[in-house]
């Protein structure tokens, strides 16, 4: 029987795919690489995982030193083991995906990188390693957490109106949602709580302004309500049309 040292080890890797939404716009943040493999071209931020270091430790780590942020909403998403990925040698990434408000922070480039960048998603130029296939996945796991997990809410600004709340949606989700049945299905889930307090200074209009429902926090029972109103009748047919 082998033991345990005789077997090779490969190297892990923890990429981030940080989101952000700004002027009704879903970006994604990319880093030019200013080394080889792929020097001037862009991967998403990333690191090696470290003999002390946790995955959190990791993700921390990669948004202080390469982004000059911490503490956004993190959660792991997929991990990604083709043999051939990194040019390089042997190498597992672990990926999460983040959502930020890229007003609230300010990015910066490490010494590794020779540019950081919010792309847009729709408009994603090729990326290095297999760091397309991870863009996509991430994509796709958030269009599908959104319809039953309030994790837009930390894309946008502590108080919002339900006009932001629906374009936040659509920008996601890629498709028209109709207002009416939008706005229903959002009050009935309890995920937003009404401040009583409205935004002066629009021609016309004072919409009222809104907060995420800090009680919610245990995943059961965000699951719970998420079932009552069925959000994810929203994408239901007759509620949406496809943009084009």
Known sequence: ???????????LAIDLVVFGYNARELSVLLLK????PFKGGWTLPGAFLQMDERFSDTCSRILRTKLGMDKLYLEQL????EPGRDPRGRAISVAYYALVNPRKLETVASTMAGDVEWVDCRKMPQLGFDHKQI????????????????????LLDEQFTMTELHELYECILDTSLDRRNFRRKIL??????????????L????????????????????????????????????????KP
């Open 135 to 154: 863009f996509k996945t991430a994509l796709q796991r958030l269009r599908s957490k959104i319809l039953y997990f309030p994790v837009g809410f930390e």
């Open 33 to 36: 690489r200013n080394e080889e």
């Open 188 to 201: 009935d889930s309890e995920y937003i709580l009404p401040t009583g307090i409205r935004r002066e200074g």
């Open 203 to 242: 021609q016309n209009r004072a919409p009222e302004l809104y907060v995420f429902n800090k009680k919610l926090k245990r995943p059961t029972d965000l699951g719970s309500v998420a079932r009552r109103a069925n959000i994810s009748d929203l994408t239901a047919k007759g509620y949406v049309s496809k």
């Open 78 to 81: 997929y991990s990604f083991d």
């Open 1 to 11: 029987m082998k033991t345990f040292h005789s077997y090779k080890n490969p190297a």
